[in-house]
């Protein structure tokens, strides 16, 4: 497709387990951006990698969070042990020479 | 420490009439700015921008403009319509970053 997707589109897990969210980028597009969206919140900046390397981590909540991304194309955002507050909206974006992002559906995860 | 503002969470207006969405910044390095569109269960969609040496940019019923003085940057909708009752993100970046940093929206109401 030509825009960015995301999978699942909805994920229930329970407190402990691991999630894994997967991203797919518009095809060219070199930056890749990962935000949360939490109720009646804003976009919580996550990371960002511009090809393989993610020059800002900093975003990141906690060390139970960890992404990658491997052929400078999909990016895989991994949470270890959830917790009930990790429930939010995880939005993907990218952008290519230009400085607009867009955005993919997003992954609705609620934990249990 | 919230660098980009939306004061108003929800505005309704009746359809036909003018929509203003409001969005302050503290940050005087930010130097582009960025409108988006989220409609429920779906990722926000880029609406318009504007780059500092600029003070209006306009795209059909939608204008945004930019008071760099006042760090203050508005969006307006004319005529609004009923399909454009969503929430409306700003979204604002310094020259040489990659970071977006996004205000918590506003939800947006026409009325018909």
């Known amino acids: 497709g030509a825009g960015v997707s995301q999978s699942p589109s909805n994920k229930v897990t329970e407190k402990g387990k691991d999630v894994e969210l997967r991203c797919d980028p518009i095809?060219?597009?070199?930056?890749l951006y990962w935000y949360r969206q939490s109720l009646g919140q804003g976009l919580e900046f996550l990371i960002y990698?511009?090809?393989?390397?993610?020059?800002?981590k900093s975003g990141l909540p906690s060390d139970r969070f960890s992404a990658e991304r491997t052929g400078g194309s999909v990016s895989t955002l991994t949470i270890q042990r959830t917790q009930q507050e990790d429930s939010a909206v995880y939005l993907c974006?990218?952008?290519?020479?230009?400085?607009?992002?867009?955005f993919g559906p997003g992954t609705r995860l609620l934990v249990l | 420490d919230q660098q980009v503002k939306q004061n108003s969470p929800s505005l309704s207006v009746q359809e036909g009439r003018i929509s203003i969405l409001n969005c302050d910044y503290t940050?005087?390095?930010?130097?582009?700015f960025l409108w988006y569109k989220k409609y429920p269960a779906e990722g926000p969609t880029f609406l318009i921008s504007i780059s500092s040496i600029k003070d209006k940019n306009e795209d059909g019923r939608f204008t945004v403009f930019l008071n760099k003085s006042a760090k203050h940057l508005s969006l307006h909708i004319v005529p609004s319509q009923p399909g454009d009752s969503a929430v409306y993100f700003c979204a604002a970046k310094a020259t040489g970053t990659y970071k977006y940093i996004f205000g918590t929206g506003t939800r947006l109401k026409v009325l018909a």
């Open positions: 940050n005087s390095m930010f130097d582009y």
């Open positions: 990698f511009q090809g393989n390397s993610a020059p800002d």
């Open positions: 974006a990218s952008s290519g020479a230009g400085e607009t992002q867009y």
């Open positions: 095809s060219g597009h070199t930056a």
